[in-house]
């Protein structure tokens, strides 16, 4: 499984923890992980040589 398939994974279910209600504190939690995430999959994708026509 690919680093960015895996993000997109944990992505998944904090948002399903998220749509179950959480506490005030979980839920900072939740939010503070799926911005490190989005923050990784800007970066992954910004970095990607396909993406930027180079071959591997």
Do not use: F, H, Y
């Not at 998220?18 to 939010?31: K, V, Y």
Request: proline letters at 5%; zero cysteines.
């Amino acid at each position: 499984m690919s680093a960015v398939a895996k993000l997109l994974a944990q992505k998944q279910q904090l948002l399903d923890r998220l749509a179950s209600d959480p506490g005030p504190n979980e839920r900072q939690e939740i939010e503070t992980l799926l911005a490190k995430i989005e923050t990784a999959l800007t970066w992954l994708e910004s970095n990607d040589p396909v993406e930027e026509g180079r071959e591997l």
